[in-house]
């Protein structure tokens, strides 16, 4: 991208393919091949530039002014909204960290949930039987759902006192009147559980693949060497999983991270701002409260706070791998 | 030859952000100080007008298109669009769209939003067009027009109003032995009684806006207290008489009158469902159809507090400043709010009270929708949302302190205590960010 | 295949365990179906059935609720599943093509600067969609594109996990194809177009099927991006559609139920595709 006239020459000859001189080989070769490679990447950079690396500096210079688009004039602030996040008693930073920290419990809450009940899942529809390919799509399916329609159909189900679910209950002698959209800790319940349904699909299989890649003969050796159903399950299946592991924790964090549709639909951020989740918020002050800067402030802690998490993960699974292999 | 375009292209990008980042910090247009008349004439080219409102529900979805066909068939050089959506989805999304140049030509508002909107120059001074429909504060409910006033100048022309009433449920009412309507807390109160000792829990109270927070503030005002002080600086929904009227919402529950942990609208369903007996509603309840087979009655809401009062809404239309604002559309636009103003006698079939007086107080209105007189005789001593610039983030609080009293989370009063805390922080705030 | 079976022991104990697999499955099968069925079952009631006996069959059997719908004006929903159809179709071909093309040169080409560029791309997958949001609606407000189909498929079309998960399937293919091509006298965008390309076909399935799927179900960005009704797209129509009908359950659940069965029944169809292609993205990735 140095020279203008190897680019417009360059393409001529690329058509051109053996006719006239071929370029010699050095300098011009390697600087025709960089401007082949940038011209595949061309139209990836120019969408990626615009609507990925342009919008995210462009925020963080929002988030250093009081960026008001209905005023004319913005002021420089430096990180006057950050301090605001991290000082007590400032308009938003109880709300931020409160919010923050519900997206903290909805990960830690949810993230097990949603490894743990594929991963069953997925094994057995991995055993011999019939209709396994029947069962994996009935499970899949509500994942090519949107969550406005997961929205509309559990929050009928949910409901306190019309819902089908407190009917069902209290139709088998318990207690018919839980409060699963309105009161903690029924909220988290709904939340989780509804999140479950609607995405266990997904992890599932993506585990059955990894199951599917699992070299038998490590069973067999295993069955050989006397192992029992556990043992086999503890050596040879959970160590077969371990990349599609790393892999499927990282995505499910952050999905749960960008939860969002489930409690702006369900719960409405109650009771209270107990189910207010950090998207939902900054979502809120930015595009509905016309307090952008705040907002673009916010959303970088919450990306410094995600990163940590994800390299803290990567870390510890690529140490379970380590010591896994000696 | 398409290598340069990639180069450009890149570049273009860069320079686009830049850009951006750059019209932050110049003036993005000074303000026109143009204003609206309304002389309910337009003879320019013609015109396409886009018209925003958030009536989805009801009988409004076939009503407004009835309306806009009736006038766009008498108006040669005038189209007009219609743009429904939420109320909500309006009030996140018009302001942005203005400042795009994307926004409506003209649209509805509700009372509480306009000093917002003024706040941020997004509307045109709408005096002219007031003095054209010959309109003045006086020919509206107390208290309606001032709405639309904003630092001397008038943006807003009064359209509807909605007041809170009390449904009832006769049917279910019945199974307690009673026939009257409560009216005071006295009554209210030996209707709730009768009604538990009948199995069933009379009033459900919910802690969400509809229709928690309108009920709170009917009895905050009947307790004698008010949301804010006079110049909206500071928050007073702690008050006494807040603590009194949040104190009785829980006390409703506690006593059973109601179940605990209501959800968004399961009152209303309960009262259609027939598993309740009151419900306190928007007069916009009174055309839902799903109260078609019911037997029904709707009446002023009884007086628990010191004093009769009541919540009301009101909507207002409102001429959108975009940016590049057509003359001709707005002069257009001006049209069409004379010519309903003029043709909303019809308006009631929504279930909204005509603002204006001359058009409410037609004996005709009455006898067509029935329903909506115990809604007309509060007009009197209704209360309206208060006005201030972002005042909706500040009231966001109150609902969030029912919410946490109703589900046990907080005692009324630390709840109020701690919202209004909040909200006179979000007053400060707003003072900085929308100018004195 | 047989991975976690009980150890071969008595058959009787076997038969037992594959009965309780069976209950378990079919348990979390009626889990997964029951409320879909419901939807279903409440869009055919009446709107007063449908509130006073939520938990019946429908009685009478009423298509009152989609004739509501259809006549509406003002909830086009016809119009929103094609929009959704179209928006996820638009943003689903760009992203194939943006990202086939970007992720063949940073796998098999060299240049200076591949590192830093794919470095930088990775590290976007980590940052929260919520950030981008406010700058892109002022640079899509800019654009002039509020309210238009591109401001729901070109600003989403930046995909970084299209890159990173193609350039993985490019690597995985063995140099001795294109050196063969190029031996054939091709060119670099004929070793792409004719040689790679329909080798990556698998994986482009993939992508776009979770493209697709990604658009469709978007929810937050056209909430705010698009302002006519005759523009809307399901998700935030169907919001739209609960807030105008909150105490019509039949009528919601028509609504949810248009939203849906298109992407079953595409589903359904294409089950095994689907599937087995999101399920490869990961193992492979």
């Known amino acids: 991208m140095t020279d203008t006239r190897a680019i417009v020459v360059a393409p001529q000859r690329t058509s051109a393919g053996g006719r006239g001189p071929r370029p010699s080989r050095g300098k011009p070769a390697s600087r025709r091949r960089t401007l082949t490679a940038y011209l595949f990447l061309a139209p990836f950079l120019l969408l990626f530039l615009t609507f990925v690396v342009g919008p ?25 909204n950050y301090i605001d996040l991290f000082t007590p008693g400032t308009v938003t930073s109880a709300d931020f960290w409160k919010s923050m920290s519900v997206t903290g419990i909805f990960i830690l809450a949810s993230v097990p949930f949603l490894v743990v ?210 | 030859m398409n290598k340069p375009w990639a180069r450009r292209a890149i570049g273009a990008s860069i320079a686009l952000v830049i850009g951006i980042a750059a ?86 508002l509700h009372g509480d939003d306009l000093a917002t909107y003024a706040a941020q120059n997004l509307l045109l001074d709408a005096g002219g067009i007031l003095d054209g429909l010959g309109y003045a504060a006086e020919d509206f409910p107390k208290g309606v027009f001032d709405k639309g006033n904003f630092r001397d100048a008038q943006y807003a022309v009064p359209w509807s109003v909605t007041p809170l009433g009390l449904y ?115 007069v916009w309840q009174t055309t839902n159809t799903a109260f078609d087979d019911l037997d029904w009655v709707a009446a002023p809401v009884p007086q628990i507090g010191d004093e009769k009062a009541v919540w009301s809404s009101s909507t207002h239309w409102v001429f959108p400043e975009n940016k590049g604002q057509d003359k001709n559309k707005t002069a257009a636009a001006s049209v069409f709010v004379k010519w309903m103003n003029d043709n909303s006698l019809g308006w009631a079939e929504t279930g909204e009270l005509p603002a204006a007086n001359s058009v409410r107080e037609d004996p005709a209105l009455l006898e067509q929708y029935p329903n909506l007189e115990p809604f007309m005789s509060q007009l009197e001593y209704a209360h309206y949302e208060t006005v201030s610039p972002g005042i909706s983030e500040a009231n966001a609080q109150i609902t969030l302190a029912l919410n946490q009293a109703l589900t046990g989370k907080k005692d009324p009063k630390a709840a109020l205590d701690d919202a209004a805390d909040k909200a006179n922080q979000i007053i400060t705030q707003n003072q900085a960010k929308y100018g004195d | 295949m047989t991975t976690v079976l009980p150890r071969r022991r008595m058959p009787a104990n076997k038969a037992w365990a594959q009965a309780l697999l069976y209950v378990i499955l079919i348990a979390l099968a009626l889990v997964i179906v029951l409320p879909l069925a419901w939807m279903l079952i409440t869009s055919f009631k009446t709107d007063a059935d449908a509130v006073r006996a939520p938990f019946s069959l429908p009685n009478p059997f009423s298509i009152e609720a989609y004739e509501t719908l259809l006549t509406s004006g003002q909830q086009p929903i016809f119009l929103w599943l094609w929009n959704s159809f179209a928006a996820a179709t638009v943003q689903t071909v760009l992203i194939l093509v943006t990202a086939s093309m970007g992720a063949y040169a940073l796998a098999r080409l060299e240049f200076p600067g591949k590192k830093l560029v794919f470095g930088a791309i990775i590290a976007t997958l980590l940052v929260p969609p919520v950030v981008f949001l406010i700058p892109n609606y002022l640079i899509v407000q800019n654009l002039g594109w509020l309210d238009t189909i591109w401001a729901i498929t070109v600003p ?80 935030p129509g169907l919001n739209q559609l609960q807030g105008a009908y909150s105490t019509h359950f039949a009528i919601v659940m028509a609504g949810a139920v248009i939203a849906s069965v298109p992407v079953l029944i595409i589903f359904g169809i294409a089950q095994r595709q689907i599937v087995e292609s999101v399920a490869g993205s990961a193992v492979k990735g």
């Open chain 2, 168 to 282: 009832v449920n006769k049917t279910v009412l019945a199974k307690a032995g009673i026939t009257e309507i409560p009216t005071d807390e006295a009554s209210y109160t030996a209707a709730l009684e009768a009604l538990k000792g009948a199995g069933v829990a009379g009033e459900w109270v919910d802690g969400y806006v509809f229709t928690g927070t309108f009920e709170f503030q009917s009895l905050i005002w009947q307790f004698g207290g008010d949301m804010y002080n006079e110049d909206v600086t500071e928050a007073t929904f702690n008050s006494e008489a807040g603590v009194k009227a949040l104190t009785w919402m829980t006390d409703m529950v506690k006593k059973g009158y109601s179940p605990a942990n209501v959800a968004q609208d399961g009152n209303i369903k309960a009262l259609i469902s027939g598993e309740t007996a009151f419900n306190w509603n928007g």
């Open chain 1, 56 to 80: 995210a500096f462009f925020g963080i210079w929002m988030s250093l002014t009081n960026w008001s688009p209905f005023r004319d004039v913005q002021d420089f602030v430096g990180l006057q």
């Open chain 1, 117 to 326: 009940v594929p991963l069953l899942v997925a094994i057995l529809l991995n055993q011999r039987i019939r209709g396994a390919t029947t069962f994996r799509t009935i499970f899949f399916a509500p994942y090519v759902l949107g969550v406005a329609v997961i929205g509309v159909i559990w929050g009928y189900i949910l409901d306190t006192q019309s819902g089908i679910l407190n009917h069902l209950m209290g139709l088998i002698g318990l207690p018919s009147n839980l409060p699963w959209t309105v009161d903690v800790p029924w909220v988290w319940v709904s939340l989780v559980g509804v999140t479950v349904w609607w995405t266990m699909g997904l992890n599932t299989i993506i585990f059955l693949a990894g199951l599917k890649g699992i070299n038998t003969d490590l069973y067999e050796a295993a069955s050989i060497d006397g192992a029992g159903t556990r043992h086999k399950f503890m050596n040879v299946t959970i160590p077969g999983l371990r990349p599609v592991m790393t892999f499927i924790t990282t995505t499910t964090i952050l999905a749960s991270a960008n939860m969002f549709g489930q409690s702006y639909l369900l719960t409405k951020g109650g009771p209270g701002t107990e189910t207010r989740t950090v998207i939902m918020y900054i979502a809120d002050q930015g595009l509905s409260q016309n307090n952008m800067a705040p907002a673009a402030a916010m959303s970088y802690v919450l990306f410094a706070a995600l990163a940590i998490v994800s390299v803290l993960n990567f870390r510890l699974q690529r140490e379970r791998v380590e010591k896994g292999a000696k």
């Open chain 3, 156 to 235: 989403g079309a930046a995909s970084a996990f299209g890159i990173f998960f193609l350039r993985q399937f490019f690597l995985g293919l063995p140099p001795e194809i294109e050196e063969a091509a190029r031996i054939d006298g091709a060119g670099d965008f004929r070793i792409f177009s004719q040689v790679l390309i329909p080798l990556a076909r698998p994986a482009l399935a993939t992508l776009a099927v979770l493209s697709f799927l990604g658009n469709w179900n978007d929810f937050l960005w056209p909430v705010y991006v698009l302002l006519s009704p005759e523009n809307l797209t399901l998700q």
């Open chain 2, 23 to 108: 019209s932050g910090c110049s003036a993005s247009g000074a303000a026109s100080g143009g204003g609206v008349t309304g002389d309910g004439e337009y003879t320019g080219p013609d015109v396409n007008v886009t018209f925003w409102h958030g009536w989805t529900g009801g009988a409004a979805p076939t009503i407004v298109p009835e309306l806009i066909q009736k006038f766009n068939a008498e108006h040669e050089n005038i189209t007009v669009k219609a743009v429904p959506q939420e109320w909500g989805d309006i009030t996140a999304k018009m302001p942005l769209a203005i400042k795009a140049g994307k926004g409506p030509d003209v649209a509805v």
